[in-house]
């Protein structure tokens, strides 16, 4: 499978596409968290799309959502230069 950065983390991490990118090709769990939190913002966009939304199930996606762009984040910061 290709490596190509989704529009909702290029969203989220605007000018990291290179970045996120490389992590894709070097760390497999990487690409695998990717992967986890396209599912899960497709899974949010569905639910939010309901006429009656399960809003406990939105706010369990958004945590976890919220948690992927945690660890996501967690990647990025070990490409940062050391101060």
Do not use: T
């Not at 499978?1 to 990487?30: I, T």
């Not at 948690?67 to 070990?78: C, K």
Request: with cysteine.
């Amino acid at each position: 499978m290709n490596s190509f950065v989704a529009p909702h983390l290029q969203e989220h991490f605007p000018r990291m596409e290179f970045q996120l990118l490389r992590l894709q090709r070097e760390y497999p769990d990487f690409k695998d968290l990717c992967h986890d939190h396209a599912d899960c913002a497709q899974i949010l966009s569905n639910l939010s799309r309901e006429l009656v939304p399960d809003f406990g199930l939105l706010r369990e996606y958004n945590e976890l959502r919220n948690n992927l762009e945690v660890e996501i984040s967690g990647y990025l910061e070990m490409l940062r230069p050391p101060k």
